[in-house]
């Protein structure tokens, strides 16, 4: 157990749709980084914060948005779904804002979009 | 532009062998790589990391090499295990915050 919670574990959605993904990070771990991986690309960065704050950017679409609250979960929104958004979806933590260290990954929530 | 290969063809290997993987990359200058072990439908687990200013690293049966000349790290495996079978990941921050990830390679060891 890597200590990061992620809910739901899965989620079925038709197009057109939003969801919300949630992570709850390691004890005392500041950064939350959000990761896509669908079949045919990998693990896909798509954003990072730290306490609260966004650091860095990826390949996030403008349909998707996220933020770091106070207590330090994270929320992952997706809106106006399409089939090609189906994907696990990983949030991963660590205690500093560089990546001098290792992350932690939680189990993922398997998005499917009908 | 910026790319992180490894070996996309499955690495199958007899029990007992050391499995060897690879990850190279182009128009990157990390500071850290990382090695991490996914098994299939799980988050990615965390297994070793290498400085830039390290040769080789070890951690019980692992071994993690990274030559900055070559833009190459070696991940070895000794007397693997079937256990060992997984989808293995480099990673590397090329800048800033993000850690960006190689496709994996798949390791089958058979008993």
């Known amino acids: 157990d890597s200590g990061v919670t992620q809910t739901p574990k899965h989620l079925i959605t038709a197009t057109g749709q939003r969801v919300t993904l949630r992570c709850s990070p390691r004890?005392?771990?500041?950064?939350v980084y959000w990761y896509q991986q669908s079949l045919d690309q990998g693990l896909q960065f798509l954003i990072h914060?730290?306490?609260?704050?966004?650091?860095a950017k990826g390949n996030i679409l403008e349909r998707f948005s996220a933020q770091q609250f106070p207590d330090l979960h994270s929320e992952l929104n997706l809106s106006s779904l399409e089939l090609g958004d189906s994907a696990l979806y990983f949030c991963?933590?660590?205690?500093?804002?560089?990546?001098?260290?290792?992350?932690?990954f939680g189990q993922g929530t398997r998005l499917t979009v009908v | 532009s910026q790319k992180i290969e490894q070996n996309s063809e499955a690495l199958n290997i007899q029990e007992g062998k050391t499995a060897t993987l690879t990850c190279n990359y182009t128009n990157y200058s990390p500071a850290y790589l990382q090695w991490y072990r996914q098994d299939p439908g799980r988050g990615p687990v965390f297994l070793l990391l290498?400085?830039?200013?390290?040769k080789e690293k070890r951690k019980e049966r692992l071994k993690v090499t990274f030559d900055t000349t070559l833009k190459q790290s070696l991940f070895h495996i000794t007397a693997s295990q079937p256990a060992d079978s997984a989808t293995y990941l480099c990673?590397?921050?090329?800048?800033?915050?993000?850690?960006?990830f190689g496709a994996g390679t798949i390791l089958r060891v058979k008993s």
């Open positions: 990673a590397l921050n090329p800048y800033g915050n993000k850690l960006v």
């Open positions: 004890s005392g771990d500041l950064s």
């Open positions: 991963a933590s660590s205690p500093e804002p560089a990546l001098n260290t290792e992350a932690f």
């Open positions: 914060y730290y306490n609260g704050e966004e650091r």
């Open positions: 290498i400085r830039e200013n390290e």
